[in-house]
């Protein structure tokens, strides 16, 4: 049984930080893109971020470039979301993604984590 566990999430201040951590059992992690979407209140899921299986190759939305990174850690079939200089509009629940390919998200969804940046 695949599974995808979120954690990081929490109450932040404009300009402040967080680290987003998502642990995969049930897949061969290494093999597996990874990324990272969000959702807000009202909103469609929106893409965030993306790292390719060896974790050589990342893609961000523009709306994240410079100020979010993505990364992997394979020994430990963990993938983060480090979040600098977050706004009021990244307000959002984040979702860990497996699978798929560059340009498409995988099958398989964590449940999410709460990340609320207060102005």
């Known amino acids: 049984q695949v599974q995808l566990v979120e954690s990081g999430g929490g109450l932040v201040q404009a300009g402040g930080s967080l680290r987003l951590s998502c642990i995969v059992s049930g897949r061969t992690f290494s093999r597996d893109y990874m990324g990272w979407f969000r959702q807000a209140p009202g909103k469609e899921r929106e893409f965030v971020a993306r790292i390719s299986?060896?974790?050589?190759?990342?893609?961000?939305?523009?709306?994240?470039?410079?100020?979010?990174?993505?990364?992997?850690?394979?020994?430990?079939?963990?993938?983060?979301?480090?979040?600098?200089?977050?706004?009021?509009?990244?307000?959002?629940?984040?979702?860990?993604?497996?699978?798929?390919?560059?340009?498409?998200?995988?099958?398989?969804?964590?449940?999410?984590?709460?990340?609320?940046?207060?102005?």
Not at 57 to 63: E, G, K
Not at 79 to 102: F, H, R, W
């Open 53 to 119: 299986s060896s974790g050589d190759t990342t893609y961000y939305a523009d709306s994240v470039k410079g100020r979010f990174t993505i990364s992997r850690d394979n020994a430990r079939n963990t993938v983060y979301l480090q979040m600098n200089s977050l706004k009021p509009e990244d307000t959002a629940v984040y979702l860990c993604n497996a699978g798929g390919i560059p340009t498409v998200a995988g099958d398989y969804w964590g449940q999410g984590t709460q990340v609320t940046v207060s102005s």
